[in-house]
């Protein structure tokens, strides 16, 4: 029996870009796969909702929809993502932002990189390993710069060498990852960090697969809050864990 891949994309407020995301998925690749298409929306009070009908109807065997009925926050969003694929048995799930900012196409490589090599627990994408590629993305210059010193900070308190820790772009091993290892992990924007500090805790491998990335016009009004805190975790977790 074949391997059951989830693919899931988290939206909120995506808008008419759930739809973007959803053309790009590789279906080639995914054409003699086990897989599903799961979107799941934290509350969306914009036309998001119509989007993901429409996605439903033109997909209506592949995708399935799930739609928060209150803002859970980043994080738990996931959580939810990724207890659906253990409770449904399946072996592999990647987490796809529904605002287009992470190219779909790269699934295929990142899912095919934990097929073939048994040993890791998770795939990364990476913007930063051909740095020149983040600020032709238009990644800000403050985030440009925030992020190579905090991975920096990282891997010189952690002995890695990741070149992006701050990636939203995750494939992950469930055969690997026990169910547990999410349970206390940030719900908002630090999840992704409380992962890889976990697993980089438990010596567990992840790959970094280098992507291109495309920012827009959107700006976050967390950053700041979130370099603080990536910053106080990765200094915490080294002393008391």
Known sequence: MKDKILIFIITYKASFRVLDVIKKIP??????????????????????????????KKYPNKIIANLNKSNMGYGKNIKKCINYAYKNNFSYAVMIHGDNQYDPKYSSTMIENLIRNKHLSATVGSRMTKKMNALIGKMPFYKFIGNIFLTWIFNSLYGTSFTDCHTGYWAYNLKLIDKKTFKNLDNNFCFDIDLRLKLVSEKKKIKEI?????????????????????FLKTIIFKIFY
């Open 210 to 230: 280098p992507i291109k990335t495309f920012y827009g016009t959107e700006r976050s009004s967390v950053h700041l809050i979130y370099a603080v805190r990536f």
């Open 27 to 56: 279906f080639k690749y995914l054409k003699n796969k086990n897989y599903k298409i799961l979107i799941s929306d934290d509350d969306s009070r914009d036309n998001t909702i119509e989007f993901i009908e429409k996605i439903k």
